[in-house]
């Protein structure tokens, strides 16, 4: 068989590979790029900063943001191999060489939010991956900066769908990384719901290469004289299973299906066993066509293969969502039962439900715990449930819980209004509706955590006195219950409230004070847009037994004070007033008050989703 001929990556090309990856809202002014000093990194930056300064040279068609004018490159120096200091170093010095801004952070083991360094025991790469993400997120951040390039390429993607092929999964993670991906808001952790927050689903990571393989990458360094350090630890088997399957692929590859077949005996056992996890899987599923005997020419093919599926079926859930996606309640999603009886493709449903729950899940957005726990059962059982039109014609099935904070109920639109008893309903008239699950009863003696109970008040005020010393913008963000998004403008509260805040006094909620509200809602009241009063009872989702009644979905929440420009459901919800919650809409801050009986209490919860249904629909 003919050698085949390693060809440079050319700058029109590496422009086509940009749009492939560019973010949907598109490219800031600014684009940070990982740099660790090894060949694949050094060729991505190398192809990016010529990118951005030889846009004459590339095709027209290939020219679509002119709006990226900047890289800058980052270095995260972990400490944890004597190697890592030069590496960190050769990263800095191939920047300058090529006149791009450079940043060098050394990992600030056990300072302030962060882990103190990992014993030899311990996970070291999980923790030191962890806060080397945390780092490039702040940095991003400092920068303007909304992507941040990484040098994965598609032998990268090999070995993940590999790896995850031995783990059991399913198509999903087969096709491997994409593209072009959104941050996500971490795993849920107090730290990362710090460092990530709303900005996580501003942020995007991109890797341009993953359609080139490393013999592209070295030879366009060799080509343009580029210098490289080579981690010697990514050529070690013994080390990690991603190294052990780089490993047996470019030695001849193996068949073995027992971890203790000679093949593998080179490897720790449970390395071994993973490996064999591979083969055993690919038996199980042939029509995949792989396993670890196949070549790497197949591999990058097969994996290919995978990817480009998945953007036909991430494809067919966007069609499908704008199309038959009906009204319900904010921060809810409700999808006719007709038309989704005609969905075909187990992976179409599947990816529709994962982005369903993605969507209303109070969980963090992109982490497993948002989509079911990415669980194989509890995706099993949903779909069992929402796609069984015999249980669904007999009324027999309406309501499932599987996991994510999220509740399904099958409900019903007739007078104008939402129902929850569908007995006198046909089928055309029935939907599915997500929406987030009621919070359990806790025991009062227990301390336990209240994300739907948020007080802002020291935080509004220092906010409003770092605007006051000209160090911070004038609008303050909130993200609420993960799902809601809340600004404050500081500069438009009114003197009257910001006279409650600063007050260290005893306050109590009495008649008096309501009377005090109310007055402040007169005073504004020319610059009310729309005024709605609802009730439990009959609100205008249905009557008392039948409705999706707002306490089952949306928390007692306290006294509003409103002029964001959103609508914004509150309820007094403080005896011996009535419970009456109202929509009101007005301009130009955002403002929510709650009078405990001995201190004031800054509580917010909008019905409208600020962030966008688009953002959070998207893959």
């Known amino acids: 068989m003919a050698t085949r001929m390693v060809k440079a990556i050319s700058p029109n090309e590496f422009a086509q590979m940009m749009q492939v990856a560019r973010p949907p809202v598109g490219w800031s002014n600014t684009i940070a790029a990982a740099n660790s000093g090894g060949p694949d990194s050094t060729c991505l930056l190398f192809l990016l900063n010529q990118y951005i300064k030889g846009r004459g040279k590339i095709e027209e068609k290939h020219r679509k943001d002119d709006k990226l004018s900047r890289i800058v490159s980052l270095t995260v120096d972990h400490g944890l191999q004597e190697s890592s200091s030069a590496m960190a170093e050769q990263a800095a010095t191939l920047a300058e060489s090529i006149g791009v801004e450079h940043i060098t952070t050394k990992l600030p083991w056990g300072r302030t939010n962060y882990p103190p360094k990992p014993g030899p025991d311990e996970k070291i790469e999980e923790v030191a991956r962890d806060m080397r993400q945390r780092v490039l997120f702040g940095h991003m951040k400092d920068l303007n900066a909304n992507s941040l390039a990484l040098g994965h390429h598609a032998d990268d993607q090999v070995e993940t769908m590999l790896m995850r092929l031995g783990r059991g999964s399913t198509q999903f993670g087969l096709s491997g990384m994409r593209p072009c991906r959104r941050w996500g808001m971490g795993s849920g952790t107090p730290e990362d719901d710090a460092a990530y927050g709303i900005h996580g689903l501003r942020k995007w990571i991109v890797r341009p290469l993953l359609g080139v393989g490393k013999d592209r990458i070295i030879k366009t360094c060799e080509d343009n004289k580029l210098e490289y350090v080579t981690d010697s630890t990514n050529f070690q088997p013994q080390l990690t299973i991603r190294n052990a399957i780089r490993h047996v692929i470019h030695t001849g590859g193996a068949t073995a299906l027992t971890a203790n077949d000679p093949e593998f005996e080179k490897f720790p056992a449970d390395i071994a066993q993973q490996l064999a996890d591979i083969n055993v899987a690919a038996a199980r599923e042939p029509s995949y066509g792989f396993n670890l005997a196949s070549d790497l020419c197949q591999l990058r093919e ?100 599987v996991g994510s904070g999220i509740w399904w109920r099958l409900v019903a639109f007739g007078k104008n209004q939402l129902r929850t008893s569908v007995d006198n309903f046909g089928v055309k008239d029935l939907g599915w509706v997500a929406l987030r699950q009621p919070t359990a009863k806790s025991d009062p003696g227990r301390e336990v955590f209240r994300p739907l109970k948020h007080n802002v008040t020291q935080q509004l005020l220092q906010m409003r006195q770092e605007w006051l010393s000209n160090q911070k913008a004038d609008t303050f963000e909130i993200l609420f219950d993960r799902r809601f998004l809340i600004s404050f403008r500081v500069d438009k509260i009114p003197k009257q409230i910001l006279e409650m805040l600063s007050s260290n006094s005893s306050f109590r909620f009495c008649r008096e004070r309501l009377g005090f509200c109310l007055k402040l809602f007169t005073i504004i009241k020319e610059k009310i847009i729309q005024s709605i009063k609802l009730s439990y009872d009959k609100s205008t989702f249905g009557t008392e037994n039948t409705a999706l009644k707002y306490p089952k979905i949306l928390p007692r929440i306290g006294f509003l004070l409103s002029r964001s420009g959103q609508s914004l459901l509150f309820e007094q919800g403080m005896k011996p007033y009535p419970r009456t919650p109202l929509l009101v809409k007005l301009k130009p801050f955002v403002f929510f008050i709650r009078c405990n009986a001995s201190s004031l209490m800054l509580r917010i919860f909008p019905t409208v989703n600020p962030m966008g249904l688009k953002g959070r629909l998207q893959c």
Request: charged share 25%; net charge positive.
């Open 302 to 401: 097969a994996s290919m293969r995978l990817s480009s599926s998945m953007v036909k079926v991430d494809k067919a859930v966007d069609d499908f969502i704008a199309k038959y996606r009906l009204s319900s309640p904010p921060g809810t999603l409700r999808l006719p039962v007709l038309p989704l009886q005609e969905i075909e493709s187990q992976l179409v449903r599947e990816a529709l439900l994962y982005r369903v729950a993605r969507f209303v899940s109070p969980e963090p957005w992109g982490s497993p715990r948002a989509e079911l726990g990415r669980r194989k059962s509890s995706m099993n059982r949903l779909m069992a449930a929402v796609w069984n039109m015999a249980a669904i014609r007999t009324k027999a099935s309406c309501s499932i819980t």
